[in-house]
């Protein structure tokens, strides 16, 4: 891989911080963007800018093909079937509230099962808490090791003939953990149940085929996988979406409105009520060109051997304390200083140059589990290099000094 | 570093790590507990309030040296002040916060947060304890 070429794609990057050149660690929460999507995005709104299926002029063409091509290009990125799978939506949180809402009710009583972990990001936690409070369905928790991953055995101890819904992320946000979803959808559909598999940080830095993987349900959220913010997409099983009703009405998403009554467009149309997300689209698809023209392998290959390189410099440091396994696949790595705060620690970074996150992480679940309140965490993405990890050790060295 | 020398003054730290009115009282008072959800950060905050008057304060949580800092010298700060007395010194750490220069006559600790209207995200932190006091006396009314 080329680091140096992919880092001058993203024009973002090449600029100074509080007088240290920026190092942006911070991809879990959103990726920067390349050159070609921003020009994507720009040359749609300067050319091609229309509503969707519904014009007849040159414009709403264009603007339809460039759509509809888009969902194409998000389909075959994922290993759907049919472009009709896949949903557009505003991300992976509107994604599976979108599930919980819409397919949940539909196969849930009071008795039945949900079955999720207590690792979940809030977005694919409190649509399946609220749903079991709304259903009478009881909400279970596949039990985390020690060291924080999920074991087939565990799921397997976990997940009954009651459970209608198994809902786990492919990789922890917090511990760049990857669960086993393939032999995890195994166990689910042999007692009768789906899975909805959180696709928000797998999609941007693994290979990901849903078929291969046993997936009825998967999220992505465009803004992490290089695309801009406000789209995401719901990939669903033909059958499955085909089997749900719309939970937002409006424009474009029906087949027939009488006074009293209506009727719907097939999937995916029916849930994509109003004018849809067409620039965030068109940047998606881009964003999918940019990383395929990378190789998703290499994306994944180059990640492996930084986290690994980002473990055993962070692992040197006196006094840190490193959550989750020791091997990391995707590079993730959630750590406090002992003694000081992690926001202490993020504004110490900051001022070396040097972007983390602070904070829950939206997993306040999981950091009663952790038993901390919270935690600095630095995330990698294809763009970041040894430098910045070296960068990172040091800034965190000072940052101890700076505070003994 | 200077910027960040204004942030982590030395009388912060000191509050940080030897916070005053740590702790709990055992007998009735207006108890506040707020969150910073965000963040994480969360307090504490315990008023015994008699006669128009903060007769005492005391605060448990946890939360950065800002957000730490600042609720100890809040509760050192409103100690026997009159409510309205200590409403009008969250008014003025809210302008503190804004940048506006602002002096804290019998307890200018507190002027030592001046710096945190440089890093606007921790603005919050410091905020956080001031927001307490603000509810646990209009609770009180």
């Known amino acids: 891989m080329n680091s140096q070429w992919i880092k001058e794609q993203f024009p973002i990057l090449n600029q100074e911080i509080n007088g240290h050149p920026l190092v942006y660690l911070d991809s879990a929460a959103t990726s920067q963007k390349p050159r070609a999507v921003i020009d994507a995005i720009k040359h749609y709104y300067e050319w091609d800018n229309a509503n969707v299926h519904r014009g007849v002029h040159t414009l709403g063409s264009r603007a339809t093909d460039a759509y509809e091509g888009a969902r194409e290009k998000v389909a075959k990125f994922i290993g759907a079937k049919r472009p009709e799978e896949i949903v557009f939506t505003r991300g992976t949180t509107t994604a599976l509230n979108l599930v919980a809402s819409s397919y949940g009710p539909s196969v849930l009583s009071e008795g039945d099962e949900i079955v999720i972990t207590q690792m979940e990001h809030h977005s694919n936690f409190i649509p399946w808490q609220q749903l079991a409070l709304r259903t009478g369905a009881t909400l279970k928790f596949i039990p985390l090791e020690q060291d924080g991953t999920v074991t087939v055995e565990a799921a397997e101890a976990t997940i009954t003939s009651a459970t209608k819904i198994v809902a786990i992320a492919y990789v922890s946000n917090v511990m760049g953990v990857v669960h086993p979803i393939k032999q995890i959808a195994d166990i689910a559909h042999r007692h009768g149940a789906v899975i909805v598999v959180d696709g928000a940080q797998s999609t941007p830095h693994l290979k990901v085929d849903v078929q291969e993987l046993g997936c009825d349900f998967y999220t992505l959220s465009g803004h992490k996988m290089c695309g801009p913010t406000g789209i995401g997409a719901l990939y669903g099983k033909k059958a499955l979406l085909d089997s749900m009703s719309p939970i937002e009405f409006g424009g474009e998403m029906i087949d027939d409105v009488g006074l009293y009554e209506s009727t719907w467009k097939d999937v995916p149309a029916r849930f994509e009520g109003g004018t849809p997300i067409i620039a965030g689209a068109v940047g998606l698809a881009a964003a999918i060109d940019f990383l395929q023209e990378v190789g998703m392998d290499e994306i994944e290959r180059h990640e492996r051997t930084l986290a690994a390189y980002a473990m055993d410099r962070l692992s040197q440091i006196d006094g840190i304390n490193i959550y989750g396994p020791n091997e990391r696949h995707v590079g993730v790595v959630t750590f406090n200083l002992l003694d000081v705060h992690p926001h202490d620690v993020a504004t110490v970074l900051d001022s070396f140059g040097v972007a983390v996150r602070a904070g829950h992480h939206c997993c306040q679940p999981l950091m009663r589990w952790l038993n901390v309140s919270s935690t600095a965490r630095a995330s990698l993405y294809l763009y970041n290099t040894e430098q910045d990890i070296d960068r990172l050790a040091s800034a965190l060295v000072q940052t101890k000094e700076y505070f003994a | ?141």
Not at chain 2, 113 to 119: D, I, Q
Request: glycine share 6%; hydrophobic share 35%; proline share 2%.
């Open chain 2, 1 to 141: 570093m200077t910027q960040l020398d204004d942030l982590y003054r030395r009388v912060i730290m000191d509050h940080y790590k030897n916070p005053r009115n740590r702790g709990k009282f055992d007998d009735d008072t207006v108890t506040v507990d707020l969150n910073n959800p965000t963040c994480g950060d969360r307090i504490s905050l315990q008023l015994k309030l008699a006669d128009g008057i903060v007769e005492d304060a005391r605060f448990t949580g946890e939360g950065c040296s800002i957000s730490m800092s600042s609720a100890s010298m809040m509760t050192e700060a409103v100690k026997g002040k009159k409510l309205d007395e200590a409403l009008e010194f969250a008014d003025k750490f809210s302008s503190l916060m804004k940048g506006e220069e602002v002096t804290f006559d019998d307890y200018e600790d507190l002027e030592a947060l001046s710096g945190v209207n440089k890093f606007p995200a921790r603005i919050k932190c410091a905020t956080l304890a001031w927001n307490a006091l603000r509810k646990g006396i209009d609770h009180n009314d």
